[in-house]
C-alpha cells in the first residue's frame, strides 16, 4: 500500500553559482520538501532562479552545493548513468512545448519513454500508454499525428507521456506558457485530477499566478531565495 504522506523530495541547502565571467550566486540556500500528492508551484519573476532551480531538482544540473533527495535517496554522489535512470524512471517532464514527435502517433509519442525504460514488453507499454491517454480524456486521438491535434490537445498528451513510468514526481516547466485561458484551465484541472485522485506529486514553474493561486502550495522566490 503506497503512504500518502510520504516524502517524494527533499532539498537541503542548495546553493548554486554562476562562474561567467563573474562569479554570481543564483540559487542561495534553498532547502524545502514535497510530499506524496502534493500540488506545489514555484513563482518568481524572470532571473530569480526559478528554472535553474529546477533543473538541478530533475537532476540534470549536478554542479551544486547541498543535498538533493529523491525518494529519500541523496542525489549528489550518483553517476550520469544512475542520475539518467532516476529521470526516466521516477520523474515525468512537462515543458512549455510540447515536443511532440510529429512522424509518430499521439499513442507512440505517449509510449516511447516507457519503451526506453524496458520495464515492460511492448504490447504492455501500448495499454499503458492507452490508459493514460483515457484518464486524460483523449483516447479517442490514439491514432492521429500531432500536428491534427490543438494545443490543449497535444499539451494532455505530453502529459500523458509524462505519466507512462508511474513516476513518483511531475515537474513542469511553464506548461501552460503557450496556452489559451481556456486551455490552461483544462491543463490545471489535470493537473489537480492527478494530484487528488491519482496521489500525483506535481512540482510546476509558472508565470501564470492565476494557475499559481489554484495550487496547494506555492513557493515564491526572488533574488535566488525563498521568500515564502
Do not use: W
Not at 532547502?31 to 535553474?52: A, D, H, M, N
Not at 533527495?69 to 544512475?82: A, H, P, R, Y
Not at 507512440?108 to 500508454?129: F, I
Amino acid at each position: 500500500m503506497t503512504h500518502i504522506h510520504k516524502e517524494v523530495l527533499r532539498a537541503n541547502h542548495i546553493t548554486k553559482y554562476f562562474h561567467d565571467p563573474m562569479t554570481v550566486k543564483v540559487l542561495d540556500d534553498i532547502s524545502f520538501s514535497l510530499t506524496q500528492s502534493e500540488f506545489v508551484s514555484v513563482i518568481g519573476k524572470s532571473g530569480c532562479g526559478k528554472s535553474t532551480l529546477l533543473y538541478i531538482l530533475s537532476t540534470m544540473d549536478t554542479e551544486y552545493e547541498g543535498e538533493l533527495f529523491i525518494d529519500s535517496i541523496l542525489m549528489g554522489d550518483k553517476t550520469e548513468k544512475e542520475l539518467a535512470a532516476v529521470r526516466n524512471e521516477k520523474i515525468g517532464f512537462v515543458f512549455q512545448f510540447h515536443y511532440l514527435l510529429n512522424e509518430f502517433s499521439v499513442l507512440k509519442n505517449v509510449m516511447l519513454p516507457g519503451l526506453k525504460l524496458g520495464k515492460y514488453s511492448e504490447k504492455e507499454v501500448e495499454h499503458r500508454a492507452y490508459e493514460k491517454l483515457k484518464v486524460l480524456g483523449i483516447e479517442n486521438e490514439a491514432l492521429k499525428l500531432p500536428n491534427q491535434l490543438s494545443g490543449g490537445q497535444k499539451q494532455r498528451v505530453a502529459i500523458a507521456r509524462a505519466l507512462i513510468n508511474d513516476p513518483l514526481l511531475i515537474m513542469g516547466d511553464e506548461p501552460t506558457g503557450n496556452l489559451d485561458k481556456k486551455n490552461s484551465e483544462i491543463v490545471f484541472h489535470t493537473f489537480q485530477q492527478l494530484a487528488e485522485e491519482f496521489h500525483q506529486t506535481l512540482l510546476i514553474v509558472t508565470h501564470d499566478n492565476e494557475f499559481a493561486n489554484k495550487t496547494s502550495r506555492i513557493i515564491e522566490m526572488q533574488d535566488g531565495k525563498i521568500i515564502n
